[in-house]
């Protein structure tokens, strides 16, 4: 009980805190809880959590501007939880160093999913981790190769980095913006139009069912994200 | 008339903007009175300049021993001033060429309007920072109000000091100005404290100019001047960007308007140049001084023609000048004209022997100016009355007073024959002549002239009392007597014509700059309407109104006397007036008969107002000479009122904004409040099913989450009915799309296979993703909720060649005939399909509401192979996404 993860719910509701505590609890986790933006610091400074579940409608200040503090003082990843279905406002949280996000109101097991991945993330930045499983596809990251079903899938330069960016955050959402940064380097202001394009015939090589796809899903407005995936 | 030209609509506002390009940027710290902080806000500035990672550096900052301000110049690159060696004494200023060598990116200037020492390279500052400004250079610089030339005088009526240094308002014309402002208790505070530097020639009046009633005003003057500046800047960029279509060349087009018959032609083709070349452009009519001498036809014939120009939209201005040459000359020097239209008469060689051709005359004296020249039919000129100078009336006086002033010489002459030689006598028949000459005119000095050779040859020449000559040598007297009398008349009557001249257009010019002074100072509509009406009826001597329009027709605004109201065929007129943009009323051609004359104030086609003029005893309400000067004041009116109306304009543009940003947050306020019960119920029905399942709980959470697709709908729905939907359109694969709604939408299509009918290589499409996926989410609800328990739900995509359809397709009781457009109405559920099913019937039309703010269109059918009903999302050709390189994959 004592080594598993502490997970901080900043939140100034008191019901949702209630609800994100049995739901935490019942998957083992620790949880501490603070309903101010100040308390929220505090509690990053004392009781070193692993990860920060932050509510961007806080009464004292807002959530947006707590993101960089807390990351200034500890290592914890942070999953934004809002009311607000704002993409602007979510991929600003993610460009500020947020890990996730989820919208209120929330499928608590999806909850619990992004929590597993964004700590999971930091182990894998803590530790590095060269082959990602999504599915039937095994992807290595070192030698640059992707088996699906024990057969080597043929990717261009450019799917392969997208594919690998995606894995190297498993079940996190990747933002538009890093893929495009990543794939085309220097020529990132490329619309997401050819993001699209490059994710679809990926889709093409790497899904089951490309009509309908489990493994790279898209977050509207947002990014794309990999599921199914285990270390 | 050009008074007023330079506030005019105009090329230079973009020539002005074109110009800043290349150049550095002037910033202008402005502030009411020594001590309200402007170089600690410049410092301020530019240290967050300094922090973005510009490149700034001190040009001169006076600290005047201030501590703050001092801390504040840490941190900085100083450039070290330069001295000036004068009068064994070596003076310190700013190095301008240390500076234009180091070429930074923003210099601070401190005290725009120093002198410099003498021997320095500009005796002013604020030239100096010309030249860094044309280096390409940015400045801040500071400056006090009263330094500034315009107001140099006004602050000095009050302050009673007068401070010798001034800056041109030009400069600050051309920079953006902060205005740093701090109450004057608070001023009054810091000097008594003394944080205020005073300069030695202030001290002396120190109390008297800080006092409170001298800061405010000085503080208002400050506010003024901004607000006067942001306006200047606003006017500019609407001109440039609204109507550059109008003002993009830099031609202009002016016609010459005389009172010749035929002019109309000339008037005419000038409109047609102009409107070829997109250039603004002006009638102008030279006031000679035979225009004094017109009779009624002619004056009416050119105030009909002056009115021409005006219907056909040029500007109408007047000259007043010695001679045409000379008045088109300057006036299309003076307006930068670059086409010149005039006529040309058919005249006999004699007269144009005599009097030299105009047209040739303007070709020679105007080089650079594409002149056109018409043909005018043979006019012959009415025969000059020379009742100019001297009425009538006055006539007998005039002969009289001649007449006695040479009775006078000679009764003078006979008493001092005896002592004088007889060609003295001579010079003093001078005297009459002259003195008629220069009282009364031409032909009077002429006939002094020729009464004093009789008189003098009568009484004096000999042989005495006849008017034979003997001597050849007395007639070289005599003639040459009469020659002075000529010569010296004409000169004088034209000085006198001259200074007549000059007078009434001194006169016209203060009517019309006092007239643009009052107008100014208007802030508002109403204040404005007021300030034209009793302008007008002070200038003209008649009552006056202004109508503004409205949906209604148009409203009376203000009028002159105020009790004044207009009668139902007035308004007519008024309102045809504002219609047509053309004058209306008595001495118009239109509803003449009307006891008023109606002017519409019109720019860039905008009709902005009209105004009415009536003279008491009824006769037409402005003379026919005096039409110029209404026309230019209606002009002065025009930019006023566009002013004004801008500014309420932008106001308004403000108001809106914000009513939106209120709306915005309410909405997502009210979104806010709502979900977080909802969140938490639903978890916490999760959490227990889990613990425990039942089957009450299951109904428990499927109602909740109908109402979670409620609440969300009503706010959709709310969006959609204010208006209130921003688009953030991007490229869109329709896979993504259908998969995110069929994630979100799981519970409700619990029971339904769906099936997909995507090809994958179908185009992409633009669309805001999140509306896109609101529009989904309520199909496929939809299509779960009437389509039959067990049956499949069909999601199937079809390109055609001008549009893509999405078609949701569920197996149930389908719509009831004739309710297909209905069902995607507010609030409409379809009777009898849809007793027993819950629902809000909000879905659908958010469906609609959403899809047509993208450019999509919905529709609905049944289906045609099975029972069961179709909705279509059209996506237009022009919104596929088509041909993205892949060679870049």
């Known amino acids: 009980m004592s080594n598993e993860p502490i997970i901080l719910i900043v939140d100034d509701e008191s019901a949702i805190r209630r609800l994100l505590r049995v739901t935490l609890e019942r998957a083992s986790y620790r949880v501490k809880e603070a309903a101010t933006g100040r308390e929220a610091l505090d509690r990053v400074a004392s009781d070193a959590p692993a990860l920060v579940l932050l509510d961007l409608g806080l009464p004292d200040r807002d959530g947006l501007e707590l993101i960089p503090l807390i990351r200034k003082q500890s290592r914890a990843a942070i999953v934004i939880v809002s009311a607000r279905d704002a993409t602007d406002e979510k991929v600003a949280a993610l460009d500020l160093g947020a890990a996730d996000y989820v919208t209120k109101p929330f499928d608590t097991e999806e909850l619990l999913a992004r929590v597993r991945a964004a700590l999971r993330n930091r182990l894998i930045a803590d530790g590095g981790q060269s082959v990602v499983t999504a599915g039937s596809l095994r992807i290595d990251l070192a030698d640059h190769r992707v088996v699906r079903n024990g057969m080597e899938v043929h990717l261009t330069p450019k799917e392969f980095i997208a594919l690998a960016e995606l894995a190297r955050f498993p079940g996190r959402v990747v933002t538009h913006q890093q893929l495009l940064r990543t794939i085309w380097a220097n020529d990132y202001e490329r619309h997401v139009e050819y993001l699209r394009v490059l994710i679809r015939s990926l889709r093409q090589k790497v899904e089951p069912d490309p009509a309908r796809p489990s493994l790279i899903v898209n977050e509207l407005g947002i990014g794309y994200r990999l599921l199914n995936t285990a270390g | ?889």
């Open chain 2, 1 to 889: 008339m050009t008074a007023g030209n330079t506030d005019r609509p105009d090329p230079d506002a973009l020539l002005r903007i074109a110009a800043r390009e290349g150049r550095g940027r002037l910033k202008v710290f402005l502030g009411a009175a020594p001590g309200v902080g402007k170089t600690f806000e410049m410092l301020s500035e530019g240290a967050a300049r300094r922090r973005n990672g510009a490149d700034v550096v001190i040009g001169v900052v006076e600290t005047h021993g201030r501590i703050e301000t001092e801390a504040l110049t840490r941190g900085y690159e100083v450039v070290p001033r330069t001295e000036i060696e004068w009068h064994g004494r070596s003076l310190p200023e700013m190095d301008l060429d240390a500076i234009l060598a180091r070429r930074p990116g923003l210099v601070l200037v401190d005290e725009l309007a120093h002198s410099n020492a003498p021997g320095s390279r500009h005796p002013k500052r604020y030239q100096d920072v010309e030249e860094l400004i044309v280096a390409g250079i940015d400045v801040y610089s500071t400056i006090n109000i009263q330094h500034l030339e315009s107001l140099n005088d006004v602050v000095a009526s009050f302050t009673r000091v007068r401070v010798r240094e001034t800056v041109p308002d030009r400069v600050l014309e051309a920079a953006e100005i902060e205005i740093v402002d701090i109450p004057p208790d608070e001023l009054i505070e810091r000097l008594k404290d003394g944080k205020v530097y005073i300069p030695d020639e202030a001290s002396r009046a120190l109390g008297h100019f800080f006092s409170k009633s001298n800061l405010s005003a000085l503080r208002e003057l400050a506010l003024r001047r901004a607000a006067q500046a942001v306006d200047a800047q606003m006017l500019d960029y609407v001109r440039s960007h609204a109507l550059a279509g109008t003002w993009a060349g830099s031609e202009r087009v002016v016609v010459a308007v005389s009172e010749q018959p035929g002019v109309e032609t000339l008037v005419r083709t000038a409109k047609r140049i102009a409107d070829a070349l997109h250039a603004p452009w002006t009638g102008v009519h030279i006031e000679t001084p035979r225009s004094r001498s017109f009779g009624e036809a002619e004056q009416l014939r050119l105030a009909a023609t002056l009115n021409l120009v005006t219907q056909l939209g040029g500007m109408v201005a007047t000259m007043p000048a010695t001679s045409v040459v000379e008045g088109l000359k300057h006036y299309a020097a003076d307006a930068r004209a670059t086409q010149l239209v005039v006529g040309k008469s058919a005249r006999s060689r004699w007269f144009e022997f005599r009097h030299g051709s105009v047209v040739d005359q303007l070709i020679r004296e105007t080089p650079g100016l594409a002149v056109h020249v018409l043909p005018l039919e043979r006019y012959a000129a009415p025969p000059r009355r020379w009742r100019g100078t001297v009425d009538r009336r006055d006539l007998g006086r005039t002969y009289s007073a001649i007449g006695l002033m040479i009775a006078a010489v000679t009764a003078l002459g006979t008493e001092l024959f005896h002592i004088l030689a007889l060609a003295n006598v001579a010079l003093l028949y001078l005297l009459p002549v002259m003195v008629a000459a220069t009282r009364f005119g031409l032909w009077p000095g002429v006939v002094a002239g020729l009464a004093s050779s009789a008189a003098y040859n009568f009484f004096f020449l000999p042989p005495v009392y006849s008017f034979t000559v003997s001597n050849p040598e007395n007639l070289v007297t005599l003639l040459v007597l009469l020659g002075v009398g000529v010569v010296t008349s004409s000169l004088a009557s034209r000085a006198k014509v001259q200074a007549d001249l000059a007078g009434s257009s001194a006169r016209q010019n203060a009517a019309i700059a006092g007239f643009a002074r009052l107008l100014t100072a208007a802030t508002n509509v109403d204040e404005l309407a007021q300030a034209i009406c009793a302008e007008l009826t002070r200038l003209f001597d008649v009552r006056s109104v202004l109508l503004l329009p409205s949906p209604s027709g148009p409203v009376l605004a203000a009028a002159n006397p105020p009790e004044d109201r207009l009668a139902t065929i007035e308004l007519a007129a008024a309102q045809w007036s504002l219609d047509k943009g053309l004058p209306a009323g008595r001495g118009s051609d239109t509803l003449t008969a009307s006891d008023w004359l109606f002017h519409p104030l019109t720019s860039a086609g905008r009709r902005l107002a009209v105004i009415g003029i009536a003279r008491d005893d009824g006769t037409g309400p402005v003379r026919s000479d005096q039409l110029p000067l209404l026309m230019s004041l209606v002009d002065q009116g025009v930019l006023v009122l566009e002013r004004l109306q801008l500014e309420s304009e932008m106001r308004e543009l403000s108001q809106l904004k914000d009513r939106d940003r209120l709306r915005a947050a309410l909405l997502s306020s009210v979104s806010h409040d709502l979900r977080t019960p909802l969140t938490s119920i639903l978890g916490g029905l999760a959490e227990m099913r889990r613990e425990a399942p039942s089957a009450l709980l299951d109904g428990v959470e499927t109602e909740a989450r109908r109402l979670q697709r409620f609440v969300a709908n009503l706010l959709d729905m709310a969006r959609v009915e204010a208006g209130a939907l921003t688009l953030h359109v991007e490229a869109t694969d329709l896979t993504d799309a259908i998969a995110s709604a069929v994630h979100d939408t799981r519970q409700s299509l619990e029971g339904h296979d769906l099936r997909l009918d995507v090809a994958p290589d179908l185009p992409m499409v633009r669309v805001d993703p999140q509306l896109f996926h609101h529009c989904l989410l309520n199909l496929l609800d939809n299509a779960g909720r009437y389509g039959d328990a067990g049956t499949p739900i069909t999601v199937a995509a079809r390109r055609t060649p001008d549009r893509l359809t999405l078609s949701i397709l569920d197996e149930g009781g389908g719509i009831a005939v004739g309710r297909e457009q209905e069902i995607f109405e507010t609030f409409r559920r379809i009777e009898g399909s849809d007793r027993a099913k819950a629902g809000t019937g909000l879905g659908l039309a958010i469906v609609k509401g959403f899809a047509e703010a993208m450019g999509l269109t919905v529709d609905a059918a049944n289906r045609s192979d099975r029972p069961g009903a179709r909705f279509n999302i059209h996506f237009p050709e022009r919104l596929l996404v088509r041909d993205i390189g892949e060679g870049s994959m």
